[in-house]
């Protein structure tokens, strides 16, 4: 298979402490999404479909249970010689303490060694968390025929929105002349989606400059990017189109479940030529009882459903009994639902237990309850 | 680790499974959704400790030799290993191909292998034995061979042709008879066997001296008064996939959620391929009860007591009921099927009504376009 000389960094320290309970033990690219997924899966996945052999996955919090996931090189079909996934947590070097990663881009220039090892000619620097399909081969042609220091892919985002964003203004020929984080009065509607290719020796410069800079976050948006800009290297828009979506909060993550249940969604899981990857569970077949009432759902693996589910999403082992009433809802890894439970708009954390006859959320709430062990405990 | 060499035989003569067995052995189809026969001995022997494993293959090995890898079955990497075993010999006449004939083409690779006990298990039978005890009490017994059987109540209409035991007080094997379907009560042979290596040997040896049609079955009633053939039953569901409609009916049986779990659970998990597809979409309007599915479907239609592999396309309209449907099958529009096995990759869209009965379920061949 054709590989390219381009090394992919997937930044996954984060704490997504908007999740609450979903990241209190885990990182949030770890978190489960889609029935049978974890979110970091849509970037591993990406690498592996864009022919992409090495790839570092930078740790910080909570980075047990998803370095060891991560480590599994054959669940993405990365494992071939010369190629693989590597767990790259902070570490005490020969010439430097130990030190936490300072910022996303200080979390790159603590991996140079690695980055000069894996004799990278172009660097890729991605979220772990974000959900999204996206060709990055496709996007490094774009960015040599262009003759770019980096490249930045964009998306188009309801200009109301944009002030939420970092945003790129680009003159005609989609180079990017401005870069304005969160801006109050957005120039333009084009969104950085936190997706870069740098040419590596140029990045490996600025990132030495970076580290001896005191006043600097050692942050790519706020520092990298902007110091490139400074030194009128030519920085490249890489536009996307299609489904995008960062889930840092409990909203964005139901509504990304959510969107797997719509026709009309962008995200095809279903693509035998784009597949989502992952860590392969021994559950059983999904096992639909006598009594089991199914109106739109999407049901993954050792699910065993014998109530009514209604516009929802059952993640691996999820149990719903007889009588249960489960509506716009999302069942994470191993909930069991007792019988006559109702369920509104709710997230369930991976293996709360809800005993017979309980009731969480409302049908006509405008928030999403995540039902946690606790929430259940109090109700008891 | 058990100390044991797992050996998987081929099928026996009286195995015939219409249509399905035109493309791949019965070990090698799909069940259940996910899994192919052959998942369920493999596991068995896995999950018991058995890390070496010789597989006999003889007709269309393609399916199998696909399916097949140690790292799919929790084998350890570098001290376990599973062999796929070719009869070399090609044959005049299928009745010179025994699993004897085979067995004895093949001695050389058993002898690699240091460990003192041989388990033989059947690849067209599903069921959960663990073989550690089973080889525990063999030890114990002081037997020469010990035979894995099944107290079976519907012998007249399952089984046909499988091995019979008369077991006397200490569960010591008398006499063996063909099930010919005339008692409804019968101990059925599981055709699963527990000998030392060298014993083993030895009888492939002289069955092949005896006969050139003789099946290992055969050599082992010869040798109930000169050797202890002793027994051990087997607890919990067994099915001897022979026919189509035994196919038929234990993926109907299994499917109860009682015996599902018995048979897969975190204690006993089944391992097979992962194949990457997503979970499974239900439309709004689908209808669905009383199933089991695998991943990577989308259900539009009614679906009523079947059991539906991976990757199914069912749309509006169709109802699918009391039906095996195996992987990558299309069903359109206002199709109705009842009581069939759809065999993989089979797309069916201008017949509108396809219907077999319990005794006798239709089969609709893989590829084939209705």
Same mark, same amino acid.
């Given at each position: 298979?054709?590989?390219?000389?381009?090394?992919?960094?997937?930044?996954?320290?984060?704490?997504?402490?908007?999740?609450?309970?979903?990241?209190?033990?885990?990182?949030?690219?770890?978190?489960?999404?889609? !029935?049978?997924?974890?979110?970091?899966?849509?970037?591993?996945?990406?690498?592996?479909?864009?022919?992409?052999?090495?790839?570092?996955?930078?740790?910080?919090?909570?980075?047990?249970?998803?370095?060891?996931?991560?480590?599994?090189?054959?669940?993405?079909?990365?494992?071939?010689? !010369? !190629?693989?996934?590597?767990?790259?947590?902070?570490?005490?070097?020969?010439?430097?303490?130990?030190?936490?990663? #300072?910022?996303?881009?200080?979390?790159?220039?603590? &991996?140079?060694?690695?980055?000069?090892?894996?004799?990278?000619?172009?660097?890729?620097?991605?979220?772990?968390?974000?959900?999204?399909?996206?060709?990055?081969?496709?996007?490094?042609?774009?960015?040599?025929?262009?003759?770019?220091?980096?490249?930045?892919?964009?998306?188009?985002?309801?200009?109301?929105?944009?002030?939420?964003?970092?945003?790129?203004?680009?003159?005609? @020929?989609?180079?990017?002349?401005?870069?304005?984080?969160?801006?109050? @009065?957005?120039?333009? &509607?084009?969104?950085?989606?936190?997706?870069?290719?740098?040419?590596?020796?140029?990045?490996?410069?600025?990132?030495?400059?970076?580290?001896?800079?005191?006043?600097?976050?050692?942050?790519?948006?706020?520092?990298?990017?902007?110091?490139? %800009?400074?030194?009128?290297?030519? %920085?490249?828009?890489?536009?996307?189109?299609?489904?995008?979506?960062?889930?840092?909060?409990?909203?964005?993550?139901?509504?990304? &479940?959510?969107?797997?249940?719509?026709?009309?969604?962008?995200?095809?899981?279903?693509?035998?030529?784009?597949?989502?990857?992952?860590?392969?569970?021994?559950?059983?077949?999904? %096992?639909?009882?006598?009594?089991? #009432?199914?109106?739109?759902?999407?049901?993954?693996?050792?699910?065993?459903?014998? !109530?009514?589910?209604?516009?929802?999403?059952?993640?691996?082992?999820?149990?719903?009994?007889?009588?249960?009433?489960?509506?716009?809802?999302?069942?994470?890894?191993?909930?069991?639902?007792?019988?006559?439970?109702?369920?509104?708009?709710?997230?369930?954390?991976?293996?709360?237990?809800?005993?017979?006859?309980?009731?969480?959320?409302?049908? @006509?709430?405008?928030?999403?309850?995540?039902?946690?062990?606790?929430?259940?405990?109090?109700?008891? | 680790?058990?100390?044991?060499?797992?050996?998987?035989?081929?099928?026996?003569?009286?195995?015939?499974? =219409?249509?399905?067995?035109?493309?791949?052995?019965?070990?090698?189809?799909?069940?259940?959704?996910?899994?192919?026969?052959?998942?369920?001995?493999?596991?068995?022997?896995?999950?018991?400790?058995?890390? $070496?494993?010789?597989?006999?293959?003889?007709?269309?090995?393609?399916?199998?030799?696909?399916?097949?890898?140690?790292?799919?079955?929790?084998?350890?990497?570098?001290?376990?290993?599973?062999?796929?075993?070719?009869?070399?010999?090609?044959?005049?006449?299928?009745?010179? *191909?025994?699993?004897?004939?085979?067995?004895?083409?093949?001695?050389?690779?058993?002898?690699?292998? *240091?460990?003192?006990?041989?388990?033989?298990?059947?690849?067209?039978?599903?069921?959960?034995?663990?073989?550690?005890?089973?080889?525990?009490?063999?030890?114990?017994?002081?037997?020469?061979?010990?035979?894995?059987?099944?107290?079976?109540?519907?012998?007249?209409?399952?089984?046909?042709?499988?091995?019979?035991?008369?077991?006397?007080?200490?569960?010591?094997?008398?006499?063996?008879?063909?099930?010919?379907?005339?008692?409804?009560?019968?101990?059925?042979?599981? =055709?699963?066997?527990?000998?030392?290596?060298?014993?083993?040997?030895?009888?492939?040896?002289?069955?092949?001296?005896?006969?050139?049609?003789?099946?290992?079955?055969?050599?082992?009633?010869?040798?109930?008064?000169?050797?202890?053939?002793?027994?051990?039953?087997?607890?919990?569901?067994?099915?001897?996939?022979?026919?189509?409609?035994?196919?038929?009916?234990?993926?109907?049986?299994?499917?109860?959620?009682?015996?599902?779990?018995?048979?897969?659970?975190?204690?006993?998990?089944?391992?097979?391929?992962? *194949?990457?597809?997503?979970?499974?979409?239900?439309?709004?309007?689908?209808?669905?009860?009383?199933?089991?599915?695998?991943?990577?479907?989308?259900?539009?239609?009614?679906?009523? $007591?079947?059991?539906?592999?991976?990757?199914?396309?069912?749309?509006?309209?169709?109802?699918?009921?009391?039906?095996?449907?195996?992987?990558?099958?299309?069903?359109?529009? *206002?199709?109705?099927?009842?009581?069939?096995?759809?065999?993989?990759?089979?797309?069916?869209?201008?017949?509108?009504?396809?219907?077999?009965?319990? =005794?006798?379920?239709?089969?609709?061949?893989?590829?084939?376009?209705?």
């Amino acid at each position: 298979m054709n590989t390219n000389n381009m090394v992919a960094m997937i930044l996954a320290g984060g704490r997504g402490s908007r999740l609450f309970d979903l990241t209190k033990t885990e990182a949030k690219p770890a978190v489960h999404f889609g !029935g049978k997924y974890r979110i970091i899966d849509f970037t591993l996945s990406n690498c592996a479909n864009s022919n992409i052999s090495t790839v570092g996955v930078l740790l910080q919090y909570e980075s047990v249970l998803l370095s060891s996931y991560v480590s599994n090189s054959s669940y993405w079909g990365l494992d071939m010689k !010369g !190629g693989g996934v590597y767990a790259l947590s902070p570490r005490e070097k020969d010439e430097s303490n130990l030190s936490v990663y #300072k910022g996303t881009a200080d979390a790159i220039t603590q &991996n140079i060694d690695f980055l000069d090892n894996a004799e990278a000619e172009y660097v890729l620097i991605l979220s772990g968390d974000h959900i999204y399909k996206m060709n990055y081969e496709k996007m490094l042609e774009a960015h040599i025929s262009a003759n770019a220091e980096a490249t930045i892919a964009v998306m188009e985002v309801p200009k109301k929105e944009a002030s939420r964003f970092g945003i790129m203004n680009c003159d005609e @020929n989609d180079q990017i002349i401005e870069f304005e984080e969160k801006p109050a @009065n957005p120039k333009s &509607n084009l969104a950085s989606m936190g997706v870069y290719i740098f040419n590596y020796k140029t990045l490996r410069r600025f990132l030495k400059e970076d580290e001896k800079n005191h006043d600097s976050s050692h942050d790519f948006g706020k520092d990298i990017i902007p110091a490139f %800009l400074a030194n009128n290297l030519k %920085l490249l828009a890489y536009r996307f189109k299609g489904y995008w979506k960062d889930v840092g909060t409990v909203e964005s993550l139901w509504e990304a &479940n959510m969107d797997l249940l719509d026709d009309n969604s962008k995200l095809d899981l279903f693509d035998p030529n784009w597949k989502i990857y992952t860590g392969d569970t021994l559950a059983g077949p999904q %096992l639909i009882g006598s009594k089991a #009432k199914i109106d739109n759902a999407y049901i993954t693996q050792g699910c065993v459903v014998d !109530g009514e589910i209604k516009h929802s999403v059952l993640f691996t082992n999820s149990v719903v009994q007889e009588g249960a009433k489960i509506v716009d809802s999302v069942l994470m890894n191993d909930v069991k639902v007792g019988k006559n439970v109702r369920l509104y708009k709710c997230i369930v954390v991976d293996g709360v237990k809800i005993p017979d006859g309980m009731t969480f959320g409302s049908k @006509n709430s405008k928030e999403v309850l995540l039902v946690t062990k606790k929430l259940v405990s109090e109700v008891e | 680790m058990t100390k044991a060499l797992g050996i998987i035989n081929i099928e026996p003569f009286y195995v015939k499974v =219409e249509g399905i067995e035109d493309f791949r052995p019965i070990s090698a189809s799909s069940i259940l959704g996910r899994y192919r026969v052959i998942d369920f001995v493999l596991s068995n022997m896995t999950n018991s400790g058995i890390y $070496n494993i010789d597989l006999q293959v003889k007709n269309r090995p393609r399916s199998t030799i696909q399916h097949i890898s140690r790292t799919n079955y929790n084998i350890n990497t570098k001290k376990g290993n599973i062999r796929i075993l070719y009869g070399e010999k090609p044959v005049v006449n299928e009745i010179y *191909n025994t699993d004897i004939a085979a067995l004895a083409s093949n001695m050389e690779f058993f002898d690699e292998s *240091n460990a003192p006990y041989v388990i033989m298990a059947p690849s067209h039978f599903i069921y959960v034995q663990n073989f550690r005890k089973m080889l525990d009490y063999h030890i114990k017994s002081g037997n020469d061979i010990t035979a894995l059987y099944q107290n079976v109540n519907s012998a007249q209409e399952a089984f046909l042709m499988c091995d019979t035991f008369d077991i006397d007080k200490n569960k010591r094997i008398k006499v063996m008879n063909k099930n010919l379907g005339k008692h409804k009560h019968e101990k059925i042979s599981l =055709e699963t066997y527990i000998m030392s290596k060298d014993l083993f040997k030895k009888l492939v040896n002289e069955a092949k001296g005896v006969s050139s049609i003789y099946s290992f079955s055969d050599i082992l009633a010869d040798n109930l008064d000169s050797l202890k053939v002793g027994s051990y039953c087997h607890n919990g569901y067994a099915a001897c996939l022979s026919t189509l409609k035994a196919y038929y009916k234990a993926s109907m049986d299994i499917k109860r959620e009682k015996e599902l779990h018995k048979m897969i659970n975190d204690d006993w998990p089944i391992y097979t391929v992962t *194949n990457d597809t997503c979970p499974t979409l239900y439309a709004p309007g689908s209808k669905i009860n009383n199933s089991i599915v695998g991943n990577g479907c989308v259900i539009e239609g009614t679906v009523q $007591n079947c059991v539906i592999g991976r990757n199914v396309i069912i749309k509006k309209g169709a109802v699918v009921k009391d039906s095996v449907i195996m992987p990558d099958t299309f069903i359109n529009k *206002n199709v109705k099927i009842e009581k069939c096995v759809v065999d993989r990759l089979a797309i069916i869209t201008h017949i509108k009504e396809l219907k077999g009965t319990a =005794e006798d379920p239709l089969y609709i061949g893989r590829g084939d376009r209705i």
